[in-house]
Structures are given as structure tokens and as C-alpha cells.
């Protein structure tokens, strides 16, 4: 991931719901999530009105040469393993980011407590829009860390991750 001037990661709103128990298929009134309450790794956070709806926008404010690993807002105290998280995200590089930056904006999930592990799930929403096919192959992007990072995944399947 890039420097904070080529990101900019708008989470307009996060629904966290439980899995249900016993394999009924019962949905939990979703929870919200209170901008106070996240743990900011190497991101800024600020509340703002996206689309006429309360949002917040998390941007990128961490050193250019941190890796995957390094830049993400956490939920803290959350007792959530498997479920379903619905969530509204829009994302885009800022204006002066130069035209080769393509932008990130995802979700983290199965985060270890000291934060070294975690999976996730990301879009890149400028390759969606691209000339290029194998641009628009990695419009969509999936890491788990350690060890499984994009640089990883996309040597082992050029073209395909």
C-alpha cells in the first residue's frame, strides 16, 4: 500500500452481526461503530457526511515503506468470530495522488489480539474502471498475514491475484 497522499478510505458504515447459533439462520440486530471506539494503526479517523449519511473517513497516515501489516483501524473488545459484516465502503485516491495510484479500501477479519495475523478482504476501485484486463483481475484482493501477503499471492499466480 502507498504513501497518505494516494489513499483515501471512506467507511460510510460498519454493521457487525454475530453468526447465529445452532445453524438458524436468525439475524442479530447489527451494531454500529462509534469513531471513539476504534484503535487507529497508522490511519487517521474523522466523522463526516458521505452521501448524505453519518460516516467516517479512515485515511491512510503511516510511513511509505510500512507494509500490508501495518495500516488499519481496529474494532477493539469485539467478541465477533464467524458472522456476517455488512458494510457500506467507498473508497479513492486523494486529488493530488498521481494517476498510476489505484486506491485500497477493505475489511480486516480474524485479527489476532496482538494485531500480527489477520485476514483480508480489499477492492481497488480504480482497477475496476481500467483499460487494462489484469488491472481490472485485481479489482478485488484477498491477504491473510502472515505469510500471504499480495507480493506473495501475486507471485505464485501472476495474473490471476
Known amino acids: 500500500m502507498k504513501s497518505e497522499s494516494t489513499l483515501v478510505f471512506t467507511l460510510a458504515v460498519l454493521l457487525i452481526s454475530p453468526g ?23 490511519v487517521k479517523a474523522e466523522p463526516v457526511t458521505y452521501l448524505g449519511r453519518a460516516a467516517m473517513r479512515v485515511t491512510d497516515a503511516g510511513p511509505e515503506d510500512l507494509d500490508d501489516a501495518g495500516r488499519f483501524a481496529v474494532v477493539p473488545g469485539s467478541s465477533f468470530q464467524d458472522g456476517t459484516i455488512e458494510v457500506n465502503l467507498s473508497g479513492d485516491t486523494t486529488p493530488d495522488a498521481p494517476p498510476t495510484s489505484r486506491g485500497f ?25 481500467a483499460e487494462d484486463q489484469l488491472q481490472r483481475n485485481h479489482s478485488v484482493q484477498y ?15 501472476p495474473g490471476k491475484v
Do not use: M
Open 143 to 157: 491477504i491473510s498475514i502472515p505469510g500471504f501477503g499480495w507480493q506473495k499471492l501475486r507471485s505464485d499466480s
Open 105 to 129: 479500501v477493505g475489511i480486516t477479519f480474524r485479527t489476532s489480539a496482538d494485531r500480527s495475523h489477520f485476514e483480508c478482504f480489499y477492492l481497488r476501485p480504480k482497477n475496476g474502471r
Open 20 to 42: 447465529a447459533q445452532s445453524g438458524s439462520q436468525e439475524r442479530q440486530k447489527p451494531a454500529t461503530v462509534a469513531l471513539d471506539k476504534l484503535e487507529l494503526h497508522n
